[in-house]
């Protein structure tokens, strides 16, 4: 067979073995080699596969899927379209861990990115301050004399002022929690617990003198009984004129002072009927029920016996002192406010004595006195605030033990010893003299704050406020 001839084997169909053609004809032109396999999908004349003759293959088959061509990149190197990267990967093939990852790399990124902008906006936050305090300006160079003063006139007293009030705010909270503290809720406890104990003493000793085998029927309940349900109504009495208590407590001892005086009356009855053991015994027992409970009260259930009304009284005070002597929103909030002012009126003043030191070759000492008073005061009104709620603390802590106290011989002394342990350990903190002191301090500091003001506009009063600009004419 010569060069470039025809091929004998494929004009006649048969191989070169004698096999039919490699090739054969379709349908649409297209020509199929016999080798083949029959499963291998067809493609229609747009590229897409469709099924054999037979139907016996799905395009959509995964296993027998046609992977589509590969796509050349711009450089010349081929990129396989069913290849995924580890970011792109599906869930299955553990794509959501790396995207996980990938995306708190991003937040890194952005967190680091964000922090950078914040700590250079922090750096250049002070510069900028300190630019406008001296009165320079950013973009022209200094400020013109007359609208700065004028400006400063107004700012200097407004500062201190607010500083001033949220001080006062402050210290006044502090110190009004301690007149109610010693005033009104320590005597007021303190009556309770003396109610509490006198009715005890009271019960032990009508048990004595009725109950006892050696003394019952024989004599009378005594003065010593008397003395213990006298003091116990006239600490009653003194607890109700406390002013701690509210309407609802107010209430709740005015039916504990009638169930005293009830228990007085049963007691009596029951000494009138001291002959007979039968009622001398029913009349102490059910005078000792009216006064105690049998069976402790139930955290549900509202008291209903004296004793057990009178310790839910003592309770509800012992909360309330305590939240007397702990730090109010209120005065953490004020205080850290007037601090936060007062660091800013002093910058303010450095400020403008430097500006007044560089623009008219003067060192204002008038502006200096006035705000020394401007920034002592909060210095005065914290230290009078932190010592009064010490000795809040201390005196909230002396008379919760008399919670614990119990009737025994003795009792009374015990008691007024906390009483005046509390009022002296208040004392120590000085509220009145520290009251003075701000009473004197707050009006000079309000003076203070006018002066700044008032020596700001004389200092302006010599220029203009306005300055008339030359216009250029052609001659």
């Not at 310790?311 to 205080?335: K, N, V």
């Amino acid at each position: 067979m010569t060069a470039g001839g025809p091929n004998p084997s494929r004009a006649t169909g048969h191989g070169r073995d004698g096999d039919p053609a490699d090739t054969a004809p379709r349908a649409d032109g297209s020509v199929r080699r016999d080798d083949e396999p029959a499963h291998t999908a067809r493609r229609d004349h747009d590229g897409r596969a469709r099924p054999d003759d037979d139907g016996t293959r799905r395009d959509d088959d995964p296993a027998h899927t046609a992977r589509p061509p590969a796509a050349t990149r711009a450089g010349g190197s081929v990129r396989r379209d069913d290849v995924t990267s580890p970011a792109t990967a599906s869930p299955r093939r553990g794509g959501g861990p790396a995207r996980a990852a990938t995306a708190l790399r991003r937040l890194g990124g952005r967190l680091r990115r964000d922090g950078g902008r914040a700590w250079r906006w922090a750096r250049r936050v002070p510069p900028a301050l300190w630019v406008r305090a001296t009165g320079r300006s950013p973009g022209a160079g200094r400020r013109p004399t007359a609208a700065f003063l004028r400006r400063r006139m107004l700012v200097l007293p407004a500062l201190a002022l607010i500083a001033l009030a949220l001080g006062a705010a402050a210290y006044n909270d502090v110190h009004r929690r301690s007149e109610e503290l010693r005033d009104r809720s320590v005597p007021a406890l303190v009556g309770l617990a003396q109610a509490r104990t006198s009715l005890g003493l009271a019960q032990t000793q009508a048990e004595l003198r009725l109950l006892n085998p050696e003394h019952a029927g024989l004599v009378e309940l005594g003065e010593t009984y008397r003395s213990h349900l006298a003091e116990a109504t006239q600490s009653l009495n003194r607890v109700a004129q406390s002013g701690a208590l509210s309407r609802a407590q107010e209430q709740e001892l005015r039916v504990v002072s009638g169930l005293v005086v009830a228990y007085g009356d049963k007691i009596a009855w029951a000494d009138r009927n001291r002959t007979s053991r039968v009622l001398r015994e029913a009349g102490v027992a059910y005078a000792a029920g009216m006064l105690r409970s049998p069976q402790p009260a139930n955290g549900d259930q509202d008291p209903t016996t004296v004793l057990d009304r009178i310790e839910d009284l003592e309770e509800q005070l012992l909360d309330e002192s305590g939240d007397l002597a702990a730090w109010s929103p209120l005065t953490q909030t004020a205080a850290a406010a007037a601090a936060l002012v007062a660091a800013l009126f002093a910058f303010t003043v450095v400020g403008t004595s430097v500006f007044l030191r560089d623009r008219l070759r003067l060192v204002s000492l008038q502006i200096l006195a006035a705000s020394v008073p401007v920034l002592l005061t909060p210095v005065l009104l914290t230290v009078g605030g932190a010592q009064e709620h010490a000795a809040q603390a201390d005196v909230h802590d002396a008379v919760a033990q008399l919670e614990y106290v119990t009737a025994v011989s003795g009792v009374g002394r015990e008691i007024e010893g906390v009483a005046a342990g509390a009022a002296a350990r208040m004392r120590s903190a000085h509220p009145d003299g520290w009251a003075l002191t701000a009473g004197v301090a707050v009006p000079v500091t309000g003076l203070g704050a006018l002066a700044c003001g008032v020596t700001l506009y004389l200092y302006a009063r010599p220029y203009p406020p306005h300055f008339a600009r030359r216009k250029d004419t052609d001659a």
